[in-house]
């Protein structure tokens, strides 16, 4: 699922008589130049995604007011975006750039499975956020997500995950086509690719089209409870109110930023294998490379976009980033800075001393009764 090939169309190669000697040339074979831009763009997407999420999880697990349940599932997301940069990103633009295999059977099995895996945990990390965030607006006075709970949750998401992707690891293999090495997915008596047509759409529809609906629900509720929310109570109340409304709305906006910058950037990837499933002879087309390499290019950029958003979205985040690169010359961070990752926020005093007084009056309600 992750390549220009598959075991139908491996031997794609020409001849081509040079000075009596046989050398093959296949129509993934481009000029010097093109490969140096391609690499310099990949490479841009790596680094800044590396960057950019590590920066995000140093933010969340070095500040304790930042550790709450939606913000581990964010730092969830994040991991498996730097995961994906890092481990699949590199490997499968070499792949797809020379058409053939350098790192051996096991990391072929390694490209076949993590890829799949850390999707998953992307988008059902984001569908977490957005189930928390529902709970949290629309049922106010259910219990919050523990810490214990929410590590379950993401263990629950990683294993199902694995689960997932075993089948295109289990079946991955290395053959040699005309002398150059392959990884590819070889699904036992597959007669017209039926097997592998429907496993692939198991995995869009898992790991794409259900959770995005799942989130297209939650947050639609979610927006029209605080878009249509009315302010009650005196002048103080509703200052309060506004305050705490404002921040969600705003976390909302760049959860559903981030979820349509997701889709966007994955769909053509899944048309593209969809296509291939169907009409296999859309690989040996001749420009079907440059096709995979923009494709995968988009893809994969999906994993620096959104430190990008959270920065340029919550102030907490850029104050973090602050903090972060705050030994570059052009980046000051100032002590307000820190405090907005130290300090407790507007909403957590008034939610703690709302808490404290429904505390207080059911006291003085038991107080009472026990009188009479």
């Known amino acids: 699922m992750l390549s220009v090939f ?67 599932f964010i730092v969830n997301l994040a991991l498996s975006d730097l995961l ?91 053959l040699t086509d005309n002398g150059t090495t392959k990884c590819i997915v070889v699904w036992p008596d597959d007669v017209g690719s039926k097997h592998q047509l429907t496993y692939h759409i198991a995995v869009i529809v ?19 409870t605080l878009w249509s929310s009315a302010v009650p109570g005196n002048h103080l109340h509703r200052v309060r109110y506004e305050h705490q409304v404002n921040a969600k709305k705003k976390f909302v906006k760049s959860m559903v930023v981030v979820v349509i910058i997701f889709a966007v950037c994955w769909l ?17 087309q001749k420009y079907i490379q440059q096709v995979y390499l923009a494709v995968f290019l988009l893809a994969m950029s999906s994993t620096m976009y959104n430190p990008i958003i959270y920065c340029c979205l919550n102030q907490r985040f850029r104050s973090g980033f602050k903090l972060a690169f705050r030994w570059c010359p052009c980046i000051k961070a100032t002590e307000k800075d820190k405090l907005k990752l130290t300090s407790p926020s507007l909403y957590q005093t008034t939610h703690r001393k709302t808490s404290l007084d429904a505390i207080s009056i059911k006291s003085s309600l038991m107080v009472i009764l026990l009188s009479m």
Request: hydrophobic residues 50%.
């Open 6 to 72: 598959n075991a139908s169309n491996v031997s794609q190669a020409e001849s081509l008589e040079d000075s009596g000697n046989r050398t093959w040339v296949t129509q993934f074979t481009q000029p010097g130049w093109r490969i140096a831009l391609w690499a310099i763009t990949y490479s841009f997407i790596v680094i800044t995604s590396i960057v950019g999420n590590v920066t995000i999880i140093w933010i969340i697990l070095a500040h304790r007011r930042m550790r709450t349940a939606t913000n581990y």
């Open 84 to 174: 994906m940069s890092a481990f699949n990103t590199i490997f499968n633009f070499i792949y797809a750039s020379h058409n053939v295999w350098y790192f051996g059977e096991e990391f072929c099995r390694f490209q076949n499975w993590f890829p799949i895996t850390a999707m998953f945990v992307s988008i059902y990390s984001m569908t977490a956020v957005a189930a928390e965030r529902y709970v949290a607006i629309i049922h106010p006075f259910k219990p919050r997500l523990s810490a214990a709970s929410t590590r379950v949750i993401i263990g629950i998401i990683w294993l199902v995950a694995f689960g997932l992707a075993f089948p295109q690891c289990f079946y991955a293999e290395i």
């Open 206 to 224: 898992l790991i794409y089209l259900l959770p995005l609906m799942v989130m297209f629900v939650a947050y639609s509720i979610i927006g029209i």
């Open 268 to 284: 053509p990837y899944h048309i593209y294998f969809i296509l291939g499933s169907f009409k296999e002879d859309i690989y040996q």
